[in-house]
Nanobody, 123 residues
Framework: QVQLVESGGGLVQAGGSLRLSCVAS???????VGWFRQAPGKEREFVAM????????NVADYVKGRFTISRDSAKNTVYLQMNSLKPEDTAVYSC?????????????????WGQGTQVTVSS
């Protein structure tokens, strides 16, 4: 079993930055950790994913250049650094972990999910 706890969300003005953290326990049972987001009235969408080795990363095109995913294996933590935030980035951000070695970003391949953290970007 893997437990995931997110933190770091909040209210920020457009153009500002936030760093989200996802602390994983039992990470030996997962290969990859990803970030997803869900805005009000919209479907959840993929944001970024990283391997625990750090050698593989994938960032969605619509946030590439503004968001960076990283990990600290010693702390069992994955980070999502979000810069130049826009109002359209407002959403609940959740981290998820998957056991599969597949590099697919499909939601149904992720086995464990955190509760999510709210990010609100004001204009």
């Amino acid at each position: 079993q893997v437990q995931l706890v997110e933190s770091g969300g909040g209210l920020v003005q457009a153009g500002g930055s936030l760093r989200l953290s996802c602390v994983a326990s039992g990470r030996s049972f997962s290969n990859y950790v990803g970030w997803f987001r869900q805005a009000p009235g919209k479907e959840r969408e993929f944001v970024a994913m990283i391997s625990w080795s750090g050698s593989l990363t994938n960032v969605a095109d619509y946030v590439k250049g503004r968001f960076t995913i990283s990990r600290d294996s010693a702390k069992n933590t994955v980070y999502l650094q979000m810069n130049s935030l826009k109002p359209e980035d407002t959403a609940v951000y959740s981290c998820a972990a998957k056991r599969s070695i597949s590099w697919s970003i499909a939601e149904n391949e992720f086995d464990y999910w955190g509760q999510g953290t709210q990010v609100t970007v004001s204009s």
